[in-house]
C-alpha cells in the first residue's frame, strides 16, 4: 500500500517545532536580560547570570535551525518575507550580538562592569522587540506581487506590530520572572513572585489585546476563528488559557517553585497555537501557502534525512545540559 507523504506540511511542522523550542529555551534567557534593571544589587544580577550560565549560548541553535530550515525547505518565502523583514531581523541579530558579547565581558571587568549590564539589558530588550514586530508584520501580512516582495522599507513599522512587540516583551519578562521562582532562593525568590503576578496581568492584558485585533486583519482570520464549524475548534484555545491562567494564579499564590514556570510555558504554546490556526496553510499570510513555498520534493526529502538524526540530537544534549544543572543557584556557586 502506498502512503503519499505532504512533506510540505511536515516540514511546516518542523520549521514551527523549531521556533517554538527557540522562544521557550530563549524566552526566559531574554526575560532575564530584561528584567536586569529590576535587580539592581550586583549579587542578585550575579545569580540571575549564574542560573542561565550552563544553557543560554545553547538556545539559539533552534533560531539557526529554524531560519535555515526556512531558507532550504520554503525558499520561496524566504525571499519574499526577508526584504520584508531585513530592519527588524538585523535590529534582532545586534541585539542578540550585544547580549552575548556583555554576558561574557561582565565577568572579565569590575569598573566597567554596569556599562556591560545596560548592554546585556538594551540587548534582550531589542532583540525581543524585535521578535515581536516581526511575528507582527507578519501576521498583519507583506506586499506580494508575482513571486517578490513589492512593499515599502517600512512596512513592517505598524500599530499591531509594535503591540506584538510589547506582547513579546512582556510574555518574555514573565518566562524570566518564573524562572527565577524556579531556580532562586531567600529575597531574590520573594521579589520574582511579585514581578511573577505582575507580568501574569499583563500577559493576559497583551494576549487579549492581540486576539482582539487579529482577527480584524483580514476576513479570512475572522472566518477561521468564527466561523462554523471551526469555532467549536477554535474556541478550545481561549478556555484553555483561562483554565492555565488559574492553575498558573493559584501555583504563585501557593508559592510553588516549578509550576508557574512550566504553566507560563503553556500559555505560549496555547498562543502559538492561535497563530497557527490564523495562518495555516499560508507561509506568506493571505498570499503563498506552503505548497507554493516548497522546495522540490526531492530537496525536501534528502533534508528530512538530516534532520531526523540531528534534532533527536539536539534535543538529547539540551534535554542532559538542563538535567545536569537542574536544582537551586547557590549564591556561592560563579560562572569561569
Known sequence: MNIAVDLATVWAFIIAFAVFVYVVMDGFDLGLGILFPLFPEKHDRDVIMNSVAPVWDGNETWLVLGGGGLMAAFPLAYAVLMPALYTPMIVMLLGLVFRGVAFEFRWRTTKAQNRWDIAFFGGSLLATLAQGIALGAILQGVHVEGRHYAGGWWDWLTPFSILTGVSLVI??????????????????????????????????????????????????????????????????????????????????????????????????????????????????????????????????????????????????????????????????????
Request: a positive charge; proline letters at 5%.
Open 171 to 336: 510574555g518574555y519578562s514573565l518566562l524570566g520572572a518564573t524562572w527565577l521562582v524556579m531556580k532562586t532562593e531567600g529575597e531574590l525568590r520573594d521579589r520574582a513572585y511579585h514581578l511573577s503576578w505582575i507580568f501574569l496581568l499583563a500577559m493576559l492584558g497583551a494576549i487579549g489585546a492581540v486576539s482582539i485585533a487579529t482577527p480584524f486583519l483580514h476576513v479570512e482570520y475572522t472566518h477561521r476563528w468564527f466561523a462554523w464549524p471551526n469555532v467549536l475548534l477554535t474556541a478550545q484555545v481561549p478556555i484553555t488559557v483561562a483554565v492555565i491562567t488559574v492553575l498558573l494564579l493559584r501555583s504563585l499564590a501557593n508559592k510553588y517553585d516549578y509550576q508557574p514556570f512550566f504553566l507560563a510555558l503553556a500559555l505560549f504554546a496555547l498562543s502559538y497555537a492561535g497563530l497557527g490556526i490564523s495562518m495555516y496553510p499560508y507561509i506568506v499570510p493571505q498570499s503563498i501557502t506552503i505548497w507554493q513555498a516548497a522546495a522540490p520534493a526531492n530537496s525536501q526529502l534528502f533534508m528530512l534525512f538530516g534532520v531526523a538524526v540531528l534534532i533527536p540530537l539536539i534535543l538529547g544534549y539540551t534535554a542532559w545540559a538542563y538535567w545536569v544543572f537542574r536544582g537551586k543557584v547557590k549564591p556561592e556557586s560563579g560562572y569561569h
